[in-house]
């Protein structure tokens, strides 16, 4: 089946530790998101790439890291600088040339600090 | 003030009730608009689509654009129990890339 897989689907964190969440899709979609969900809140973007070997900031892009060195996979690291990282982190993926198609989701990771 | 405003409820109806559910922007470049469904501890998944003010309709629900008043709207016919999620709106701009804002999404629950 086609579709966008995020893994660890739960994880948690020590204090000063980095860690990596993984996002692959088998949709052949050129552009990538990662999003940030807190309780109550809506999603806010951390980091999109439109292409491989590119990538750009989002809205809250402080104490997180990313890389697309393939097509089909996105991983999102959020670093110690990272002061809040417990959340849900959702990633996304979307096909078309132009800007109108829609973002299809992930089912998440949530993390949590220890 | 926050681009996207939606209240998140929670809002609690009757099996078979008429659902609206609302959200308002002030940003006139958003271009499309999209409903998205969220069931818990899971990823938002596509509703509705719209890119011009109007209706337009699939199976129990509706999604209405009124680009003139900057407000969008989601109505779902018959209510179901397993329509029980948290309801999402989310504006479209492209500038270079497409992005989305999102509203902070309203909590629903049908009750049997």
């Known amino acids: 089946d086609g579709g966008i897989t995020q893994s660890p689907k739960y994880l948690f964190r020590k204090e000063g530790q980095n860690v990596t969440l993984s996002c692959e899709q088998n949709?052949?979609?050129?552009?990538m998101y990662w999003y940030r969900q807190d309780p109550g809140q809506g999603l806010r973007l951390i980091y999109y790439s439109q292409i491989v070997n590119d990538f750009q900031k989002g809205d809250i892009a402080e104490g997180y890291s990313v890389s697309r060195e393939k097509k089909e996979s996105f991983p999102l690291t959020v670093t110690s600088a990272q002061k809040n990282p417990t959340a849900f982190y959702l990633c996304?993926?979307?096909?078309?040339?132009?800007?109108?198609?829609?973002?299809?989701f992930g089912d998440g990771t949530r993390l949590s600090i220890l | 003030q926050k681009e996207v405003e939606q209240d998140p409820g929670p809002l609690s109806v009757p099996e078979g009730a008429i659902v609206s559910l609302n959200c308002t922007y002030s940003?006139?470049?958003?271009?499309?608009f999209m409903w998205y469904r969220q069931y818990s501890r899971k990823g938002p998944e596509l509703l509705m689509y719209?890119?011009?003010?109007g209706n337009k309709e699939d199976g129990r629900f509706t999604a209405q654009v009124d680009k003139s008043s900057k407000y969008i709207s989601l109505f779902i016919r018959d209510s179901q129990p397993s329509d029980s999620a948290t309801y999402l709106c989310?504006?479209?701009?492209?500038?270079?890339?497409?992005?989305?804002?999102f509203g902070q999404g309203t909590r629903l629950t049908i009750n049997p």
């Open positions: 989310a504006m479209v701009i492209i500038q270079g890339a497409q992005k989305l804002v």
């Open positions: 949709l052949n979609h050129d552009a």
């Open positions: 940003n006139s470049a958003f271009q499309y």
């Open positions: 719209t890119y011009s003010s």
């Open positions: 996304a993926s979307r096909g078309g040339r132009g800007g109108n198609q829609p973002q299809h």
